[in-house]
């Protein structure tokens, strides 16, 4: 039997948090350029100073997170629309899940190394 | 004695498949004189047809109100009616094509099934189950105005053929035409079922394939603007959620 099902009932909360993440991110990469024409990164130490700012820090998380939930959602979507075979789009989503974790974990490692 | 009017030659290249005889489809140059009174690209089909009767194509009421000669028309979605034969530049072909993203039945005709398909799934239709009133259901002025740019769609399919979520996913996504549908029931005041069609829509599929890209705002030949609905069935969703 092909029955074809849709009304999964969910959706409205990714979209939300798709744009709530872009401005986010938007706001970040302002206060990042304006820090960089304000001289933060004259110097491997200047920028090494700047980054491990405690605000720089929780900000730069905030942003790595925000990132990461950004392009599930993208990502995600892109898979929805191209590919077919419910399987192989389950595998793709652990994938990107896994990847988009993996990279969120590595990049606060970074940061907060600092 | 008259003046002769000024006669324009009008060159075409039009998709050509008929099922039972071509094995696939080919574009066939043809061309057409036109005197000053053939206005709109419409009535230089119907020369057309009268010089090769094998050209299919739907027309009915040749003045937008139908939406039955909806085709792709030098690469845009348009209705041949309302297309003015004077804007197109000399020298150039006019390239005609059906309708994209959807199975050609002959020619420019397509299968416009899926199409319908999704639009009765956003029930078309008024929901209340209040007694019938004497007369009729009233709307304050400003709550019909309410209305306005959603109840004058023609269902032509120019736009959501035009959209490529709709390529994609013709099956799971509804579509802009039938999502400017949904939200003027939503929209309608008198209407009691906002919420069941607010769930109805509530899917990554159904509503959540548009992503804004403005395709059928760009085609539709009524100046309708049925992202802006979309984006207010968003709005209401956003609304109830939090």
Known sequence: MSRLVVGAHYGVKDWLAQRITAVLMAIYTLVIFAAVLAGATSSHDAWRGFMAHGVVRFVTFLFIISLGYHAWVGVRDIWMDYIKPTSIRILLHVLTLLVLIGYAGWAIQIIWRL | MTTPLAMRTFHFKIYRYDPDKDAKPYMQDISVVCDPMDKKLLDAMVKLKAKDDSLSFRRSCREGVCGSDAMNINGKNGLACLTDLAAFPEGKPIVLRPLPGLPVVRDLIVDMTQFFKQYLSIKPYLVNDDNLPERERLQSPEDREELNGLYECIMCACCTTACPS??????????????LAAYRFIADTRDQATNERLDNLEDPYRLFR????????????KGLNPTKAIGKIKEMLVQRAV
């Open chain 2, 166 to 179: 709709f390529w994609w996913n013709p099956d799971k996504f509804v579509g802009p035409a039938g999502l």
């Open chain 2, 210 to 221: 548009c992503h804004t890209i403005m395709n059928c705002v760009d085609v539709c030949p």
